[in-house]
């Protein structure tokens, strides 16, 4: 079955560390999506990529980096971890119909902690 | 402020009971999904509902859509206690992005 799955599930790091949250999906989608999710803020997004090798700034891209070099594959990197991106973050892929999207497939979700 | 409104923020009823919750958003939308997460697991897609669109039901669930208030709602009948869980609409506004709200906790007591 296809599926999305995102790693590591729960991380804690140290303020100015680089980390990156692994997201691999085999829906073979052309959409992907990395969102955060604190309480009393909904989910906000990040980064997202129509395909390989296209990037997009979301709402809340500062600090927060993307690449896109095959199709399955959309890690987030936290160039210099801030305690304040401490969250939950879920990544997402989606099928492409013309200019609007169906359904996101989500990960359950990586847990980051910054001390 | 965040797309897609949503209320109430907590919702408690009786199994058996109907739940309604509701969203509101600003611009103009493609289409309107709804969306639950249990708790510490990621968001499973429940329902989508494009502009043109005024209601469409999926089992229990019955979502409409009403563009000229700018508002769905997402009704639940004969609610059980699996249904607990936090309820999100999400907005594809342009460029299939979707902006999600705050959510509705619903707790349905046994």
């Known amino acids: 079955d296809a599926e999305i799955t995102q790693s590591p599930r729960h991380k804690i790091t140290e303020t100015g560390r680089q980390v990156t949250l692994a997201c691999h999906q085999t829906w073979n989608h052309n959409n992907m999506f990395w969102y955060r999710q604190d309480l009393g803020h909904g989910l906000r997004l990040i980064h997202y990529s129509y395909g390989v090798h296209d990037t997009n700034k979301g709402e809340v891209s500062d600090g927060y980096s993307v690449s896109r070099s095959n199709t399955e594959d959309l890690p987030l990197t936290l160039e210099s971890a801030a305690s304040s991106q401490t969250s939950v973050y879920f990544c997402?892929?989606?099928?492409?119909?013309?200019?609007?999207?169906?359904?996101?497939?989500f990960g359950e979700g990586s847990r980051l902690t910054v001390l | 402020s965040q797309q897609g409104e949503e209320d109430p923020q907590a919702l408690s009823i009786q199994e058996g009971e109907n739940a309604t919750m509701n969203c509101s958003y600003k611009?103009?939308?493609?289409?309107l999904q709804w969306y639950r997460q249990n708790s510490g697991r990621g968001l499973v897609h429940l329902i989508l509902i494009r502009s043109n669109e005024r209601e469409k039901h999926s089992g229990r669930l019955r979502v409409t859509l009403d563009t000229s208030k700018k508002s769905s709602s997402l009704l639940i009948t004969a609610s059980r206690a699996a249904d607990t869980a936090s309820y999100f609409c999400?907005?594809?506004?342009?460029?299939?992005?979707?902006?999600f709200g705050e959510g509705t906790q619903l707790t349905v007591n046994p």
């Open positions: 611009t103009s939308i493609n289409n």
């Open positions: 997402a892929s989606s099928e492409s119909f013309g200019y609007t999207t169906g359904e996101l497939f």
């Open positions: 999400a907005k594809e506004t342009s460029g299939s992005r979707l902006t």
